[in-house]
């Protein structure tokens, strides 16, 4: 069975300090994983998608993350966090290979950007 | 930028009672979804539709629940006679068919139901 696991809950950083979100995943083959994101009264929108390309993925507003697979981790890295990132950020990782669009999501990590 | 638009934003209801929760996805997107997230846990996977058929649905997803697209622009999922245990987020989200196939969904601020 596929899974993720978001190892924090809640991360708090300085505006302009380094963020780190972090993702493990487990699956018995290789892998779609996904980043979320959900700003307060807002929908989900898709940050990056891993799908067996490069290993490094870029995704919007600066945010990227990088698949490894000997660690089955995919973790969330921007290089300067901005107060407008404050929001909850979901792993995620698509069930098989199939197009039913069936997401198993982690518990979410709150990122909290302080001034 | 096109988007998925979900009514009502919030609903209150008495348990027993029946709710639908509409929602329009984008206008080119064939394939269509509801999500929903219990307060304080994870978001899950209820049902995904595509053809006007149900293709996929979690063991959540029972007898009473059901979807439908009446006519082709709305997307709705019903609940028949609401629990106190479906009061949650219920996020909609439509993709079309290459973006489908990598997992990626376009998803609706949510329509919170609150059953008292």
């Known amino acids: 069975a596929q899974s993720v696991t978001q190892l924090d809950s809640h991360v708090s950083v300085s505006e302009g300090t380094p963020v780190l979100l972090r993702c493990n995943y487990s699956?018995?083959?290789?892998?779609?994983l996904f980043w979320y994101v959900q700003h307060p009264n807002k929908g989900l929108q898709l940050l990056l998608k891993?799908?067996?390309?490069?290993?490094l993925v870029k995704g919007i507003n600066g945010f990227e993350a990088e698949f490894k697979k000997s660690e089955t981790s995919f973790h969330l890295t921007k290089p300067s966090a901005h107060m407008s990132d404050a929001a909850e950020y979901f792993c995620?990782?698509?069930?098989?290979?199939?197009?039913?669009?069936?997401?198993?999501f982690g518990q979410g990590t709150t990122l909290q950007v302080k001034p | 930028e096109p988007e998925v638009t979900q009514t009502p934003s919030h609903q209150v209801t008495q348990m027993g009672q029946e709710v639908i929760l509409r929602c329009v996805p984008i206008?080119?997107?064939?394939?269509f979804y509801w999500y929903r997230q219990i307060l304080g846990q994870k978001v899950e996977f209820l049902v995904s539709?595509?053809?006007?058929?149900?293709?996929?649905k979690s063991e959540i997803f029972d007898d009473q629940f059901s979807v439908e697209r009446p006519d082709g622009s709305n997307f709705t999922l019903k609940i028949r006679s609401t629990k106190l245990e479906d009061s949650a987020m219920y996020f909609c989200?439509?993709?079309?068919?290459?973006?489908?196939?990598?997992?990626?969904?376009?998803f609706g601020e949510g329509s919170r139901l609150t059953v008292l």
């Open positions: 891993y799908t067996s390309a490069a290993t």
């Open positions: 699956s018995s083959y290789s892998p779609s």
């Open positions: 539709f595509y053809n006007n058929e149900i293709s996929e």
């Open positions: 995620v990782v698509r069930v098989g290979s199939s197009n039913t669009g069936k997401l198993i």
């Open positions: 206008s080119n997107h064939l394939y």
């Open positions: 989200a439509s993709s079309s068919s290459g973006r489908a196939l990598t997992g990626e969904l376009f």
